[in-house]
């Protein structure tokens, strides 16, 4: 298991965000709600800086004339087309099968590290 550890826990507080060098790789990552998640920094569509785009939730589905706001800090927009991918899976919400590559986080005396080499696993 190749390890990089990135952070301390106390630079990226909850609903925050940090982006990383991993290499040739930047990285983004997310504090939802006291837990960690990390994507690639390139969006599947045209490659725009994903990771610093807007943080916010979405429409959930619903009943017609219903509006049930949810995931709420779990939703990036990308910042040049608008395309939105769930951060804890990285899937877009439009098709499942177009996703932003995300990495496995673990944390470790207070370091955020990222599993690097090993597919993700969904949530
Ligand atoms: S580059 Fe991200 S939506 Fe187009």
Not at 73 to 93: A, N, V
Request: glycine letters at 10%.
């Amino acid at each position: 298991m190749n390890v990089q550890f990135v952070a301390a826990v106390e630079e990226i507080p909850e609903g925050q965000r940090k982006i990383v060098q991993v290499g040739k790789r930047s990285v983004g990552i997310f504090n939802i709600r006291g837990k960690y998640y990390a994507l690639l920094n390139y969006c599947p569509h045209y490659g725009a800086e994903l990771c610093k785009g807007l943080v916010s939730g979405t429409t959930m589905e619903s009943h017609v004339y219903e509006f049930i706001y949810g995931k709420d800090q779990e939703i990036i927009r990308c910042p040049w087309h608008g395309w939105e991918f769930d951060i804890k899976t990285g899937c877009s919400l439009f098709d499942e099968q177009v996703k932003a590559k995300r990495f496995e986080v673990i944390v470790q005396d207070g370091q955020i590290g990222l599993i690097l080499g090993a597919q993700s696993k969904r949530e």
